[in-house]
T-cell receptor
């Protein structure tokens, strides 16, 4: 079946460091891909999305590129802030009614 | 714009009691999803509705759980009787249609503790 695999956390970085959170997927066809962020005590919020190969989603300094050849959708940010500390979820939609989520990656940014 | 609204935000009750969680989706959205989040199992889809009709309840853990959507602006998730292992954060999410590119919008969740 279709699935999403994320790197294990926590990812611990100093402020202004470069961030990469890896996400790979298994799916037939051309799924839509998403990154969600969950801040402490809150629900998941859509961070960015991409709906076709080579699309780049971006928001709040975060970027991710839909790579069909490597079935990946890695999340990147050039300079993280303490306020980016949260749990990040990669997800896909394969054209059905459901989203398939990864297990989440916790990011901790220290000043 | 108002987002997905869940109530209560926190619920603490004793095992055996009935628990009712409530959700108001975003106006105009025709899909509604109930999720449960725990450290052990992560984020699990329990049930979802399309146009107020339950489509897939295969994630509902057992008969103690039930969900209803009497109209387009309200849904409930009920646990009766509740057990300590039901302790989790329960999220409601809604979306406009589904399929390519349509995101789900989540509420802030209900943190449920069963003593």
């Amino acid at each position: 079946g279709n699935s999403v695999t994320q790197m294990e956390g926590p990812v611990t970085l100093s402020e202004e460091a470069f961030l990469t959170i890896n996400c790979t997927y298994t799916a037939t066809g051309y799924p839509s891909l998403f990154w969600y962020v969950q801040y402490p005590g809150e629900g998941l919020q859509l961070l960015l999305k991409a709906t076709k190969a080579d699309d780049k989603g971006s928001n709040k300094g975060f970027e991710a590129t839909y790579r069909k050849e490597t079935t990946s959708f890695h999340l990147e940010k050039g300079s993280v802030q303490v306020s980016d500390s949260a749990v990040y979820f990669c997800a896909l939609n394969d054209g059905t009614d459901k989203l398939i989520f990864g297990t989440g990656t916790r990011l901790q940014v220290f000043p | 714009d108002a987002g997905v609204i869940q109530s209560p935000r926190h619920e603490v009750t004793e095992m055996g009691q009935e628990v009712t969680l409530r959700c108001k989706p975003i106006s105009g959205h025709d899909y509604l999803f109930w999720y449960r989040q725990t450290m052990m199992r992560g984020l699990e889809l329990l049930i979802y509705f399309n146009n107020n009709v339950p489509i897939d309840d295969s994630g509902m853990p057992e008969d103690r759980f039930s969900a209803k959507m009497p109209n387009a602006s309200f849904s409930t998730l009920k646990i009766q009787p509740s057990e300590p292992r039901d302790s989790a954060v329960y999220f409601c999410a809604s979306s406009f249609r589904q399929g390519a590119g349509q995101p789900q919008h989540f509420g802030d969740g209900t943190r449920l503790s069963i003593l």
